[in-house]
């Protein structure tokens, strides 16, 4: 295989779900670029592929950048994975991408699933572009001013979330739009996938109601949400001609 980065899309829940094209890649490579080696041999060991690892998250992703540099530069075939869908596309490996092409290096795409586009396709509000927000800020001020920013916009908004925090993003969607449509969906392509269709505010009440007061989360499994976008306000009707009586 060409010395290179491949950035390799993986599985987002379904293993079966991987191209042959991406295991052809990850049997070929020198070296595996991992969010977390440990899921990501899950997925080699299905497949029986024996590649090396090394981790590279959001905490080491900009110390990886020489390692991927120097490797390819010495002739060898470099891939990037994350735990789920595409890298770079929240999640790790926008900057592997981006040093390895200001250092002349050649990236290869090797596209696979991901959660965005599986939610885009599944709700139903996708008739020309949409905003891709990805994870909203973790803190409650800066996330409650970001939605704020974004219940105005004009194209469908794509919203990852975590179990932990889907009450809270909802409660404050919910403050905001209870009556805009909104498409939630958990555990894509796995066994218990779930898609969920309403307003904000059914299905806010409907993930309350699911909360029994537990430490665990009230929704299990990875969240994408995709809010439904601002209505256009109507324009205001031309004044009626009076006819000229002459």
């Not at 052809?24 to 029986?48: F, K, N, P, S």
Request: overall charge positive; some cysteine.
């Amino acid at each position: 295989m060409k010395s290179g980065l491949y950035i390799v899309g993986t599985p987002i829940g379904n293993l079966e779900d991987i191209s042959a094209r991406a295991l052809e890649t990850l049997r070929g490579v020198d070296i595996i670029l991992a969010e977390d080696t440990r899921h990501t041999r899950i997925l080699l060991d299905r497949y029986q592929i024996r590649a090396a690892l090394i981790s590279c998250h959001q905490f080491n992703e900009a110390s990886r950048g020489p390692v991927a540099i120097a490797r390819i530069q010495a002739g060898q075939a470099v891939a990037l994975v994350t735990n789920a869908g595409m890298p770079g596309v929240s999640d790790p490996g926008a900057r592997i991408v981006t040093v390895c092409r200001k250092a002349g290096l050649p990236v290869t795409i090797i596209p696979g699933p991901s959660s965005v586009t599986a939610a885009m396709a599944l709700c139903g509000f996708i008739t020309g572009g949409y905003h891709c927000e990805g994870f909203l800020p973790r803190k409650e001020g800066a996330r409650k001013k970001r939605m704020e920013q974004l219940r105005d916009e004009r194209l469908p908004v794509v919203i990852l979330e975590s179990p932990y925090r889907c009450l809270k993003v909802l409660a404050e969607l919910n403050s905001l739009a209870p009556e805009r449509d909104l498409f939630l969906a958990r555990e894509l392509t796995k066994l218990h996938e779930e898609c969920i269709w309403g307003t904000v505010a059914d299905i806010y009440r409907q993930m309350t109601a699911r909360h029994t007061g537990a430490v665990a989360p009230a929704v299990r499994g990875e969240i994408v949400m995709v809010l439904a976008p601002a209505s256009r306000p109507k324009r205001e009707t031309e004044p009626s001609q009076k006819l000229d009586p002459s």
